[in-house]
């Protein structure tokens, strides 16, 4: 009999059932604002972006130096030097060329725990030219041509991915990927990318705003550098205040 009394209650006050919706609605928006089920299973909390404390390389990236930034010009078209006190990533256009990238590295670095950070300016690249891109690599064998990638578009587009290089024949693997609203789009925009990275997770940031996390156990150390790629029409990045906090 109670049961019955208090059924027909709630049907004559619907009030009742769309304030109780709407605030299950709050509490969803306020739980996806703060991230809440969105990070794996026994990750952390995303730590701020940049870092407190004096980096281990503050580089303006204006010529080169004890870190010996890659300075080189590749058969398939791509190069990588300093031009105009920046730090300068093109890949060019070849015939019937396919889509491609390629890194640019401080052979002079090596890194396992550590935030990376670094500013980007996309100068030159296709309106139409969905690939291209620019970004960072971190933990990197540049002989082997393997390392993780973080690379976002003109567009605002970003990913997370490993390259295993081309002696391998595996594919590269994407982690991550999405579209960054805190990247300003458009040409000659400029746009701070880093990367938090330790032990097995990391964390993406774009304009020191946090935007992905993964977990992942390819690689473990290496160098840090920047890419730069491309398909159809010539992509130039420019890049400049590079710097490495260490992680104990």
């Known amino acids: 009999m ?21 605030a299950l609605a709050i509490l969803i928006i306020i739980f996806s604002i703060a991230g809440v089920g969105c990070r794996p299973p026994g990750a952390t909390q995303a730590p701020p972006y940049p870092p407190s404390g004096t980096p281990t390389i503050d580089d303006p990236l204006t010529h080169n130096n004890s870190h010996e930034w ?14 105009s006190n920046t730090y300068l990533a093109t890949e060019s256009v070849l015939p019937n060329k396919r889509y491609h990238y390629h890194a640019c590295a401080a052979k002079k670095t090596n890194y396992s725990n550590f935030t990376f950070g670094v500013e980007m300016t996309f100068k030159t690249y296709g309106d139409n030219d969905a690939n291209a891109i620019g970004g960072l690599i971190f933990r ?15 567009q605002g587009n970003y990913q997370l991915f490993v390259s ?7 594919p590269d693997q994407d982690l991550a990927h999405g579209s960054a609203q805190s990247f300003i789009t458009g040409p000659n925009q400029h746009n701070t990318i880093g990367a938090i990275v330790k032990g097995n997770e990391i964390w993406l940031y774009i304009n020191n705003q946090y935007v992905a996390h993964v ?28 710097k490495v906090w260490q992680i104990a």
């Open 2 to 22: 109670n049961q019955e009394s208090e059924s027909a209650n709630t049907k004559k006050n619907p009030r009742l059932q769309l304030s109780g919706m709407v």
């Open 70 to 83: 890659e300075e080189k010009q590749l058969t398939k078209g791509g190069r990588c030097l300093f031009s």
């Open 140 to 154: 990197a064998n540049s002989k082997a041509v393997q390392f993780y990638g973080f690379s976002i578009s003109p």
């Open 164 to 170: 295993f290089g081309p002696d391998t024949n595996t």
């Open 215 to 242: 977990q992942d156990e390819h690689r473990t150390s290496g160098q840090v550098g920047v890419l730069v790629g491309g398909t159809n029409h010539v992509t130039e990045v420019v890049y400049t205040k590079a």
